[in-house]
């Protein structure tokens, strides 16, 4: 009788390989915005004064937020974006900074830090820096705020500019007004690049002035109510949503209605609780 014929071993079966670890969230930076602006494509920036919106905006894809002193009238209910404090703007730059994993989160400079001495701006600028995740500064003006731009430029903090309509300039100015001086504001947005500035916002200008400075700075330009020529738009959050009481600028396109939706929301809940079927069964322990 013949030896059995051994049976051929069986492959053995590979053994699963361990998930791949997710990958690590870009980071929008200066060296992106740049990229993005000599590639030709555009940049979305939008406003952020808590840590959910901050979130969900991140979430979406928003390249910058802009913790702005528009807080003083959006989330205070002041007139003016004049009487929010350092330490305010602080606390909320703290939230968004937290909540925002890739994009750029950009601080508002209020009035006066950045009128005052400048190295009283450094210094707030560094608190920016140091007591929040966040990345940069934006500060009101021109040309005559080249000095300043270029010494907290040369400190290490990052320096947005913003030319053309300058809410903290409204008392001087006798109120808010398109501005059209086309010579002006271009050479105020060239002396803002060559003193270091990132980029440079521009505000409630006519078309021909924002393509006009858009054209004269290799920076990228942040357009609100300049027309569609600049490198990237910004909007307040709550004028985009509808969010708001009152006057709404010509330059905002409200693609949502969030006060009527509140509004409804909170009418519902009330008359719920009224008629006692609110909390029911499933509200309850």
């Excluded at 003083?72 to 350092?86: D, P, R, W």
């Excluded at 947005?189 to 858009?214: D, H, N, R």
């Excluded at 006060?259 to 909170?266: G, N, S």
Aim: hydrophobic residues 40%.
């Amino acid at each position: 009788m013949s030896d059995p014929v051994p049976s051929k071993p069986k492959p053995s079966e590979p053994e699963p390989s361990a998930p791949k670890p997710p990958k690590p969230i870009s980071r929008v930076t200066t060296r992106t915005l740049q990229k993005i602006r000599d590639r030709g494509k555009t940049i979305s920036m939008l406003t952020a004064y808590d840590y959910p919106t901050a979130a969900i905006l991140d979430e979406a894809g928003i390249d910058i937020l802009l913790v702005g002193d528009s807080l003083a009238m959006v989330v205070q209910g002041h007139e003016t974006t004049l009487s929010v404090t350092m330490d305010q703007m602080l606390y909320h730059a703290e939230m968004v900074g937290r909540a925002a994993r890739r994009a750029m989160v950009v601080v508002d400079l209020p009035f006066p830090e950045g009128q005052l001495s400048i190295l009283r701006s450094v210094e707030c600028g560094a608190r920016v820096l140091k007591e929040t995740n966040c990345h940069a500064v934006k500060l009101e003006g021109g040309a005559e705020q080249a000095e300043r731009i270029e010494t907290m430029v040369t400190a290490g903090i990052p320096v947005m500019a913003h030319v053309g309509l300058r809410p903290q300039n409204v008392h001087v100015e006798g109120g808010y007004r398109v501005k059209r001086e086309v010579e002006t504001l271009v050479a105020d947005a060239v002396a803002a690049e060559k003193a270091g500035a990132f980029a440079v916002l521009v505000e409630c200008v006519s078309v021909e002035v924002g393509m006009a400075i858009t054209e004269a700075v290799k920076v990228p330009t942040i357009g609100i109510g300049a027309g569609p020529s600049t490198t990237g738009q910004v909007l307040v959050t709550n004028d985009l949503v509808g969010l708001t009481s009152g006057y709404s600028p010509k330059f905002v396109r409200k693609m949502a209605d969030v006060t009527v939706t509140l509004r409804e929301t909170a009418t519902k809940y009330r008359e719920a609780i009224a008629e006692g079927s609110f909390p029911g069964e499933a509200e309850s322990f």
